[in-house]
């Protein structure tokens, strides 16, 4: 019928639909949208549309995961609230449809799991993708559609102009809208190309209309000074190669207080799983941080802080457990052989009440003033170790960032290969979790001082160690789990919860796990090798030589 | 894709008019509808201010040289396509005579199958090869008629005619157009054919100034006046039209 044939919108400085507005020769416009319609009457008869398909008002409730994983996917689902009914709509980053479903009696004001939406195409294409995530509404936007009939001579309509007027709903205590830059699009009348193409045209030379770059998401969140996919658990913090050693690493712990601050709403209203593990990620790199780095830090503050952020981390230990035996409970029930899913039951119905008790004492010590406390000024700190190292207040025998990456990585990478190379086939099991740790500490090191490093030789050298990682994490989980599973069993025993089926398949687990525990073993040689064999030690001799280099 | 042919032997029979509402109303209602102005005067294209007008003339069509694809033009409403009229169309049995003679229409409107649900045809009066070719393309012949005694000899030939054709036939469904109930003459004829031929729609489309005012107005009477009798009666035809016509009405193949 009609493809769109190019989309413009008007000038968004200011970031008001009002903004647009721009001299047009005698025309000057207090509305840009009369602006428009001014230059493109010379060329074409300009009348509304009235009920045309499609022009209206709708109202669009972006969602995605906290971590923007529909994003990252290339996706966009929207809910939109329109008269003939409720919808959940999937499109590609492009606006091409993937799939559309009723949403009747569902509201996204609240965070939902995916398995929660009604069920429908759109649920079984983002389920996977989404989980264990929930999905939270990102931006609610207001559009009014109007379409205006371009004519010839005859009267014929030979193109459309469609004007998106959009603004954002912004909740909270003082709701109200702002209004986003119009969009323009001109739609071509099948057999009427020419007569698009001068419309376009005509609307690509006025001043203050621009093709459109971006999606109306990415241009409302930039009205709240947001922009897609802008939180990551990644480090990435700035710094540089010359930035004194005590900026960048409070510059660093910095990036990590931000992602555990990010991330304590979502603990704190449990709306799912993944906020706790990325807190608990920033608390685990911070500490690494304060122990291998902090030395460099004026004071005693890694002293003083590396306790309290070791209370933090036991703190979230109990909850996490309970989350990962919950989410790796559909596998576990997948895999038994002997045992039936329904004996495991009872199990994953006591693990559900031990983690709600978890998670009470959790939020009480996460709401408690030690914790804000311990945030609070742990930010203080830092912010005053980064902005008081100006040139007059900086100590003499201060290094520079990228010395500091490289005698600290080496150090650490020294270790995993002595203490790597030392474990044979007879070492205890004990060897292989110090590794573990030693290997961890070696990956955050490197990922703190990541911009430093070459992105290629970067990349390579994380994938190896990665790999290296996996293997042991497989070889400590399996123990852990296997232990803790079995305490669990002795919880259950004392408190009567355990019908003897139940004790089965959970033995039945245990069994599988010690199966994957030895194949880690196994293969740990092999991983080991591919990460700190001599090409491996190669790999990250050059990667440091060239820290910091341009 | 159905396809939908308003066809008469008789001329000024209310095929146009006709062709037009009933396309627009198809598209309404959803489906995607393409209207081909096959009357080299080109009455449907001027209604939908389209010029009477394809690249290369009728020749080109039939030939294939030029595909129909296009030649098609968006009218003004949403899901509603023209194929407009040519003037060349006037010769259309000397090309069709050069092509394969009586299965060409048909041929030409295989590949838009993707593309349209319904596609109407809105043919010139007269028995020609282009006629023939009308009736081997269609699935229904849309055949207006006036009530009076020669119209409904009409009816009669052109029934005989398609009962004559080998193969697939059209299902002919007949409706009165230009009805005076003011005239005895109409009511007579009208009740007498109703109850004689179920292939007649019981609505009928009054003689009405609203619809001659389409040529000014350029739109289909159901879109610049959907609220007046003419729009309604429209409506109610195509709802009878639309529905599949009982079994034993269909003639034997």
Redesign the interface.
Known sequence: ??PDLRDFELDRRDGETQAGTRTLGAATASDPIHAVLEALAPAFGISEERG??GSGTRRRTWLDTFDWRLERAGLELTYENARRGSRLLLTAWDGTPQAEQPAAGWQPRRPSLPQDLPPGPVRDRIVQLASPRALLPVVTTSTTISVK?LTNP????VARLIVNASSLTLGGANPRTLGLPARLTIAE????PAQARRAARLLAELPGVAPVTTTLLAEALRALGRRPADYTNGVDAEITAEMPAPVAVATVLLRLLDTLEQNTCGVLRDIDTEFLHDLRVSVRRTRAAIKLLGDVLPGDLAEQYGPEFAWLGDLTTPTRDLDVHLLGFPAMAEHLLAASPEDLEPFRAFLARRRSREFRLLATAMRSPRFRTLTDHWRKALVEVRDAAGPRRRRARQIPAADLAVTRTARAFGKVTSRGGAITAASAPESLHDLRKRCKELRYLLEFFAPLYDPVAYKKVVGDLKQLQDCLGDFQDSQIEREEIHALAEQMLAERAAPAATLLAMGEITAKLAIRQEQARADFGRRFAAFAGPEGQRRVRVLLERAGAP | MKIYATYNIKGGVGKTTAAVNLAYLSAAEGH?TLLWDLDPQGAASFL????PRVKGGGKALIRGTKVLDD??????F??L?LLPADFTYRNMDLLLADAKPTRRIAQLLKPLAAEYDRVFLDCPPGISLLSENVIHAADVLLVPLIPTTLSLRTLDQLTEFVADFNGRRPEVRAFFSMVDRRKKLHREIIQDLLAERSMVAPTGIPALSIIERMSVE?APVSAFAPRTQAARAYRALWAELSAPQPAQERPAV
Do not use: E, S
């Open positions: 019928m009609t045309a398909p009939r005859d009267g014929k309509t009348v099948r057999g009427y | 995607r939908f201010r389209i010029k030649a098609i033009k968006g009218t003004d949403d899901g396509d350029r």
